[in-house]
């Protein structure tokens, strides 16, 4: 498995502009719960717990593949006050 958890440092994180930023920080923080073991029960660096539909491979995909859901969320919020109109526009 590759590695698991990038860990970049705060320059490399100051590369991605704003949107990208986040949705890189909000990876990172998938990645970091998924590989934080031990999880008695849950998935983990030691196995799927009490989980046989999940490995830790399926959820550092899963990560992967969201990431840039939550740049899309980051760029559509940015100039928006929260609130019930942006929830609203963020579930078209």
Known sequence: MASMLTRLSMVE???Y???????KLAYEAMVAE?????????VDR????SHPDLSLD???ASARAI????????DL????????????????
């Open 67 to 74: 990431e840039p859901c939550f740049v899309g969320i980051a």
């Open 77 to 92: 919020a940015r100039d928006c006050e929260p609130g019930l109109g942006l929830r609203e526009e963020l579930a078209h």
């Open 58 to 60: 399926l959820m550092l």
């Open 34 to 42: 998924a590989v934080l073991t031990p999880k008695p029960g849950l």
């Open 13 to 15: 994180y100051a590369a």
């Open 17 to 23: 502009p704003g949107s990208h930023r986040l949705g």
């Open 46 to 49: 030691r196995g799927a717990g």
